[in-house]
């Protein structure tokens, strides 16, 4: 596995930008899959944006065209850049990777074997 450290979020008003990193313990150019997740009390765990080894992006319907995942080999760093931010993006945001091994299919959350602790990201109206 692979050791995760989130950070960024914060609380913000609806419209706004928040960018969330992560930074990785190992190479992220090795790291198959890597991913941003985001968690309500009460609901199960979904995927939001998605990046493969190669850079292959993937997103929930919800944040197309508002959010990005990126990240920097040379930092070992994953990015989640969100825009156009909306209450109902409030949520625990979690970074995770698949590490070692593929190939998995990236947008699934059965892919993942390794996860931060979690970033609060508040949006008010």
């Known amino acids: 596995q692979v050791q995760l450290v989130e950070s960024g979020g914060g609380s913000v008003q609806a419209g706004g930008s928040l960018r969330l990193s992560c930074a990785a313990s190992?190479?992220?150019?090795?790291?198959?899959?890597m991913g941003w997740f985001r968690q309500v009390p009460g609901k199960e765990r979904e995927g939001v944006a998605f990046?493969?080894?190669?850079?292959?992006?993937n997103y929930a319907d919800s944040v197309k065209g508002r959010f990005t995942i990126s990240k920097d080999n040379a930092a070992n760093t994953l990015y989640l850049q969100m825009n156009s931010l909306k209450p109902e993006d409030t949520a625990m945001y979690y970074c995770?990777?698949?590490?070692?091994?593929?190939?998995?299919?990236?947008?699934?959350?059965?892919?993942?074997?390794?996860w931060g602790q979690g970033t609060q990201v508040t949006v008010s109206s």
């Open positions: 190992t190479y992220t150019d090795s790291i198959y899959c």
């Open positions: 990046i493969d080894r190669d850079g292959n992006t």
């Open positions: 995770a990777a698949r590490w070692p091994g593929g190939p998995w299919f990236c947008p699934s959350i059965r892919a993942y074997n390794s």
